[in-house]
């Protein structure tokens, strides 16, 4: 897929497709077969302006380096490997690129390159072979036995072909030239450190309900924040756990050394980001990676989704109607344990979302069928982007991995913009029955049902709204002070479910139906006799 000097200069080995998204695999980097013993040079491979350079002090030590040069055409794969030949003796392995991003006209996509590296284990989808990604986040990183670069995992450098992983994100009209540097570096190996991981427990206040963001983006990736300044972040925003959420990554899950306590519970999981749609991976075992190198036409999704349930965790489509290339959610529901509806701060894509997820319910609620809870996260990055906004508000047994997980799997959860908001909602009928959040209310279908929804710490001039599979029925303000109680009456021959929301003032004030932001919402309560 380059073009016709390229390919001569490079060895181009042609497409390749696995039951994968499609790979070009490039022609091999070759160094020397033992540590240099003095100056020396070699021959660089690429568009015929590749180099090679060697160093070295004669006693095994000392570094090669070897840059490659190439342009990739609009329509490449998703997935370029440039295998590169690592002798014995290597400690460490320096990568760096670059690319031309040549100014286009609007609404033309420009060049967007990632990278990441894959070990002499192979590439193979889904094998042991990943030694980290970091996307389009960094311009270099490197890999020895006792560090590495954040998004890379420590480990020694076995000889053997390892592969650097190019991935053309976009590509523009004339091409995406680019450019990649490796360097090998001799000597001892060094020890690799066991990795030190979050407890699955913390002290917790037993029974209740507990505040967490589980979409969160460290150094690890594409964030700007380490891991401690996400911690006190989430211990700012009052929150009780939070899930380490990296791209493609399982890295920072030996990043939180110290940062846990009997307040802040740390899941490891991680944001797998393909190019048909990104999914949350809450509470994996730590230390696990999910391959995403896959298309919803490679028909992967459902064994990967097998895999993140086998470790422990969710999968949970993120912003699913988001806009962004490759963001849009295309493997559809039926291996989700919960979708994301409410994404960061408020924007019409949470609104897109949230309807689309309550299309589910109409369809699943009286059919028995399992259906999906809805939940949000703020997708933080950098400041001034706010941890904790918005929260998924969990009723759990306790404070712990195990119990979290049972109640967001249950939907025994609500979505809060902040510490400040809480929300208690349920419905009661027949004989002294009730049910909360997430459970179903168990009567016939002409008895009388109360559903009532009490709202604190609400920003002034919001409103509550009970909504059924009809629409929203039933819309109240609150007090000004933005505490309030809201009943409601119905059947469940009139209401499948219910749910809440909490929204503010509209924000385009004298549209007719036009509502407002995102306060609250909760998961649904099920009314009448059939599980769900």
């Known amino acids: 897929m380059c073009n016709d000097h390229t390919e001569h200069a490079m060895g181009r080995r042609g497409l390749l497709v696995t039951g994968a998204a499609a790979a070009l695999t490039l022609g091999t980097v070759s160094f020397a077969n033992a540590a240099p013993s003095g100056n020396g040079s070699g021959n660089g491979i690429g568009t015929g302006n590749g180099d090679g350079t060697g160093t070295g002090t004669g006693d095994g030590t000392g570094t090669e380096t070897r840059t490659v040069r190439g342009t990739l055409p609009t329509g490449s794969p998703d997935f370029v490997y440039l295998p590169v030949d690592v002798p014995r003796g290597v400690r460490e392995i320096r990568v760096s690129y670059s690319y031309e991003r040549p100014t286009v006209p609007a609404g033309t996509q420009g060049n967007a390159l990632d990278i990441g590296i894959f070990d002499e284990r192979g590439t193979e989808l889904g094998g042991n072979g990943f030694r980290g990604w970091s996307g389009g986040a960094r311009t270099e990183f490197f890999i020895r036995a006792d560090e590495a670069t954040p998004g890379y995992l420590p480990g020694p450098v076995r000889s053997g072909k390892w592969h650097v992983a190019l991935g053309p994100y976009t590509v523009a009209p004339e091409g995406l030239p680019y450019e990649v540097t490796i360097t090998l570096t001799y000597g001892a ?225 609500y979505i809060a913009e902040s510490a400040a908001v809480s929300v208690t909602f349920g419905a009661s009928g027949g004989r002294g029955q009730h049910a909360g959040i997430g459970e179903r209310l168990r009567v016939a279908d002409d008895a009388p049902v109360t559903v009532r929804l009490e709202v604190t710490g609400a920003p002034a001039g919001s409103s509550a709204r009970i909504v059924t599979e009809q629409g929203t029925l039933h819309t109240a303000a609150l007090p000004e002070s933005g505490s309030g109680t809201v009943e409601w009456r119905t059947t469940a021959e009139y209401a499948t479910y219910v749910r809440a929301e909490v929204r503010r003032p509209p924000a385009v004030p004298g549209v007719p139906g036009l509502p407002g932001p995102f306060v609250a919402l909760t998961n649904p309560v099920f009314l009448g006799g059939k599980g769900a």
């Open 189 to 413: 190996p060094g020890s690799t450190p066991r990795p030190v991981h979050p407890p699955e427990r913390a002290k917790g206040r037993g029974r209740a309900w507990y505040r967490g963001d589980c979409h969160l983006h460290s150094v690890h990736s594409d964030g700007r924040r380490t891991p401690a300044e996400i911690a006190a972040g989430a211990r700012a925003a009052g929150l009780d756990f939070i899930n380490t959420s990296e791209h493609n990554t399982s890295s920072a899950h030996g990043a939180w050394d110290g940062l846990w306590g009997d307040d802040l519970l740390i899941l490891t999981g991680e944001e797998i980001t393909t190019r048909n749609g990104h999914v949350v991976a809450i509470g994996m075992d730590a230390g696990t990676f999910v391959d995403w190198r896959y298309r919803a036409r490679d028909n992967r999704f459902g064994h990967y989704a097998r895999e993140v349930r086998r470790a422990g965790g969710l999968v949970v489509p993120a912003h699913p109607h988001a806009t962004c290339i490759g963001c849009n959610w295309k493997f559809g529901f039926g291996d989700a344990d919960a979708v994301e509806v409410w994404n960061g701060p408020f924007t019409p894509e949470d609104e897109v979302a949230l309807a689309s997820w309550d299309n589910t319910l109409v369809s699943s609620a009286r059919s028995g069928r399992p259906w999906t809870p809805a939940m949000g996260s703020s997708d933080a990055h950098r400041d001034p982007d706010p941890i904790g906004t918005p929260q998924t508000v969990v009723l759990a047994d306790e404070l712990s991995r195990e119990a979290i997980l049972a109640g967001i799997r249950a939907g025994r959860s």
